[in-house]
């Protein structure tokens, strides 16, 4: 009897929570995330070297939301890869006219998690809404010179909140178009150290320091995304 009831009341909650029309829907979506900064050596406050910028940070993903509570408000969950990798040329210390090939750059996951608001202007066919939540962000930093990776050796993680804004075209009864808008600040500090002591390049043999640097990447420009929905 106990079981039973116990089940009734699991029924009815969830039913109360989910509405009985499009009550999910599941999304694929691009996004661009305006600027990355890094700043070197964050551990050595008296030897930091030039900042770095990479802008136009491409990534991929997708989110699924349901329809809860009633029918203006949202709980979302998505998932998102971010990787960026820029190629550039290095002077030598050494004054021999060299230009040392070098790539800089990230990749993040993010996770996060969102409530989210139809706002009351909004028609069977366009919706504008309003939201935010909190994510989890994995991070890891992408270096080498020439031909010597400097692999990342911890496990960088972040923590943090974000706020969004959207808006979606129902151009069918089960299939929108989506366009987002979303203000984070995602961080993490990397440790990297070269695998070889040393590259050579045009003949010269050049020396990698041995050291673990570390480099704080922070992804501080505005995340946009334009995505397809399939709502059921």
């Known amino acids: 009897m106990r079981e039973t009831v116990t089940l ?20 694929i979506k691009t996004t661009l995330t305006t600027n990355t900064r890094f700043l070197y050596n964050i551990d050595k406050p008296d030897t930091y070297v030039s900042n770095k910028y990479i802008s136009l940070n491409v990534g991929f993903g997708g989110d699924v939301r349901w ?3 009633w029918h203006s408000f949202y709980l979302g969950a998505s998932v998102e890869v971010v990787r960026s990798v820029e190629q550039f ?49 994995f ?7 020439n031909d010597v990776k400097a692999p990342t050796l911890n496990s960088p993680t972040y923590a943090g909140i974000h706020v969004l804004t959207g808006l979606e075209w129902k151009f069918f009864s089960f299939a929108a178009l989506r366009g987002e ?13 070269f695998e070889k002591s040393s590259t050579v390049v045009d003949g010269y ?18 995340n946009y995304s334009l995505g397809l929905v399939v709502v059921f």
């Open 8 to 27: 009734m009341l699991l029924l009815c909650l969830c039913s109360s929570l989910f509405a009985d029309e499009h009550a999910v829907s599941v999304a």
């Open 67 to 69: 329809n809860v509570l």
């Open 89 to 137: 040329k290095l002077r030598d210390l050494n004054n021999l006219g060299l230009r040392i090939p070098a790539e800089e750059g990230f990749a993040m996951t993010a996770v996060e998690v969102s409530g989210i608001y139809i706002a009351p202007m909004s028609s069977e066919r366009f919706s504008f809404y309003l939201g935010g939540g909190i994510g989890k962000y």
């Open 139 to 145: 991070g890891e930093r992408i270096y080498s010179i």
């Open 181 to 193: 808008i979303k203000f984070r600040d995602p961080q993490f500090a990397a440790v990297n150290k």
């Open 205 to 222: 043999v050049i020396v990698l320091d041995q050291s673990e640097t570390t480099t704080h990447v922070n992804l501080y420009g505005i």
